[in-house]
Nanobody, 125 residues
Framework: QVQLVESGGGLVQAGDSLRLSCSAS????????LGWFRQAPGKEREFVAR????????YYADSVKGRFTISRDNAKNTLYLQMNSLKPEDTANYFC??????????????????WGQGTQVTVSS
């Protein structure tokens, strides 16, 4: 129903910024609840941010609040994550995800039906 591809990851220094993009296929992109998750080596995948279908409602994990901004452009079928003031602990593989039925908690990995392949973000100290 939808295919997601992340891009924009890279290696940066602490304090730098990156913007991740998630390009989606599918005619019903605007109806999906979208989220960003990340997974570091040896850790479980964790919630980062989510955004409502119309872009009017956003929510962030406490660890990134005030530094990261999630947004979407439904006309371009694209999801974004602007990451500022990056810290070494932000180092992880970042995934975008889409939920079509709104069943389950918005921050739960198992609530999302579609996932991208991930893009690596590495923040050096």
């Amino acid at each position: 129903q939808v295919q997601l591809v992340e891009s924009g990851g890279g290696l940066v220094q602490a304090g730098d910024s990156l913007r991740l993009s998630c390009s989606a296929s599918g005619r019903t992109f605007s109806s999906y609840r979208l989220g960003w998750f990340r997974q570091a080596p040896g850790k479980e995948r964790e919630f980062v941010a989510r955004i409502s279908p119309n872009g009017g409602n956003t929510y962030y994990a406490d660890s990134v609040k005030g530094r990261f901004t999630i947004s979407r452009d439904n006309a371009k079928n694209t999801l974004y994550l602007q990451m500022n003031s990056l810290k070494p602990e932000d180092t992880a593989n970042y995934f975008c995800a889409a939920d079509s039925d709104y069943i389950g908690g918005y921050s739960d990995v198992q609530s999302y039906h579609y996932w991208g392949q991930g893009t690596q973000v590495t923040v050096s100290s």
